[in-house]
């Protein structure tokens, strides 16, 4: 039975940086139509969920003019707002500047009638840790390491530095200190035997494939220890999950 258009209202937008390897757009449009499959299922009064996606960088079109083209859509399908969900795991400058930034300038001029609401980012939902720590318990004899981007932003590594205390585990950055290099080293000094790395990313790309590489050398400068690396957070219906409850609040 067809839903009533009327009832229309809400259409979403998933942001996240974007990445010259095609990988994490594939499984973005994924996560897109997961959450809207959830929407649905979770919402009588929705026919067919407007959900999108849109990247800061590495995209042939602007993250502006993205937002723009699915405020039009949206607009003369009858939706009053949208809400912009940015997928990011840290509050960086992607968030804290970048989108908002762009929202205010699209929001004075964009000629039509329709609230664009941005919304928290992921990494900032207490769900989060639900998710890292059903990874973690599959390798629960296991010395614990979470594995973030990192920021040089005053305070943008807080929240994970919190999340891997509350975890269990000890932090590390690709761009900043401490490296995973210098806490694998740390824990062998203290005669740990086994390790799991958990990538606090989002999904799988030239990053991952990075610290593949970075762990293969570390196993050659200590044979005797086991590091383990499982994958980023993916494209998954828990993640899916979570995400459109969220939004729906």
């Known amino acids: 039975m067809v839903k009533n258009l009327s009832n229309l209202k809400t259409a979403y937008l998933l942001v996240a940086h974007g990445s010259r390897d095609p990988r994490p757009q594939k499984d973005l449009r994924k996560l897109a139509n997961l959450v809207s499959q959830y929407l649905q299922e ?13 990247t800061l960088e590495f995209s042939s079109v602007s993250f502006s003019q993205t937002m723009i083209n699915f405020a039009e859509i949206a607009y003369y399908q009858g939706y009053k707002q949208i809400k912009i969900i940015p997928l990011f795991l ?29 919304e928290p980012y992921l990494g900032s939902y ?33 929240e994970i530095e919190n999340l891997a205390t509350a975890l269990g585990a000890l932090n590390a950055y690709w761009f900043i200190s401490p490296s995973l290099e210098e806490q694998v080293h740390y824990l062998v000094k203290q005669g740990v035997k086994r390790i799991v790395v958990v990538p606090y990313l989002l999904f ?29 957070l993916g494209a998954t219906p828990a993640l899916a999950q979570l995400i459109a409850k969220k939004i729906k609040q």
């Open 90 to 118: 840290s509050a960086g400058v992607h968030v804290t500047e970048d989108i908002f930034q762009s929202l205010v300038s699209i929001k004075a001029n964009i000629n039509l009638t329709i609230n664009l609401i941005l």
């Open 204 to 232: 799988m790309g030239g990053i991952t494939e990075a610290i593949t590489q970075k762990i293969n050398l570390l196993q050659q400068d200590h044979p005797d220890v086991k590091i383990f690396l499982d994958s980023p």
């Open 126 to 158: 207490p769900e989060i840790i639900d998710i890292l720590d059903l990874k973690f318990q599959l390798f629960s004899d296991l010395k614990r390491i979470l594995f973030a981007h990192g920021s040089r932003k005053n305070g943008a590594n807080f």
């Open 42 to 54: 979770n919402d009588q009064d929705t026919y067919f969920p407007l959900v999108d996606i849109a």
